[in-house]
């Protein structure tokens, strides 16, 4: 597993297709989703490894309920008893273990084909529970990781929520509300399309820096004018 330093404060977690991140603002680390089931021992030893000391992790966000997400997630509470925070309308299918809920697939041949095999594989698929002791709602500022503003950004799941980190000069942790790459892109599922499409709006409108993915690569500079040149135009 990779440890990048994206800023002084900003760490991103490599895990091949998903990427978790890490905020350390001096006293606790903040971990901003987990990868997938059996990955906490390598991201405590990949903090350990960068000489950010893993006993200092007291706090896991969480984007939204799939398992690339959350897999990890109830071994790293029982290993740090770090607080876990997910928005209030994901938080009881977190503390049960589920992983998905009907969705459609985005509008790209690769949803259309792929979409249907990931349900009927996963859809009844639990995990283990992991108690949420933080549950949030738009517009709530942690004063944790230098300050961060908790953006409800649904559409991906109905409870998704991003993470602009206002100490980093508005880098925006986006979870799957959107995919990186060149420009930014559909996630691959939505469970409310309609919502999904307002909300890439809606980051054209925000004030973002940086744009940091889960999947796909980051966008440096100057991010909402690349989310209002994607999506301003889509009427659905």
Same mark, same amino acid.
């Given at each position: ?11 991103? @977690?490599?895990?091949? #297709?998903? *990427?978790?991140?890490? /905020? ?5 680390? %903040?971990?901003?989703?987990? !990868? ?80 249907? @095999?990931?349900?009927? #594989?996963? *859809?009844?698929?639990? /995990? ?5 002791? %933080?549950?949030?709602?738009? !517009? ?97």
């Amino acid at each position: 597993m990779k440890l990048i330093q994206r800023t002084e404060n900003l760490y991103e @977690l490599s895990m091949g #297709m998903i *990427k978790a991140f890490l /905020i350390d603002n001096g006293r606790d680390l %903040v971990l901003i989703d987990t !990868g997938i089931k059996g990955k906490a021992e390598a991201i405590l030893r990949a903090i350990d490894k960068a000489a950010l000391d893993s006993s200092r992790l007291k706090h896991i966000l969480i984007t939204h309920l799939h398992s690339d997400h959350t897999g990890s997630l109830h071994d790293l509470k029982e290993k740090t008893s770090a607080l876990v925070y997910a928005h209030n309308l994901e938080a009881n299918a977190i503390e049960e273990g589920k992983i998905l809920r009907d969705c459609v697939p985005a509008p790209s041949l690769m949803s259309q084909i792929s979409v249907p @095999l990931i349900l009927k #594989m996963n *859809k009844d698929k639990r /995990i283990m529970g992991t108690t949420v002791d %933080v549950r949030l709602s738009d !517009g709530d500022f942690l004063a944790i990781g230098g300050g961060i503003r908790v953006v409800f950004s649904p559409g991906h799941t109905i409870g998704h929520v991003s993470f602009l980190l206002q100490k980093e000069q508005n880098i925006l942790i986006t979870g799957d509300a959107a995919w990186g790459g060149k420009k930014p892109g559909y996630p691959l599922l939505f469970e409310d399309l309609n919502l999904g499409i307002q909300t890439l709006k809606m980051l054209g409108n925000m004030n973002i820096s940086m744009a940091l993915f889960s999947h796909g690569k980051g966008i440096p500079k100057e991010a909402s004018p690349q989310f209002r040149e994607r999506f301003s135009r889509f009427q659905q």
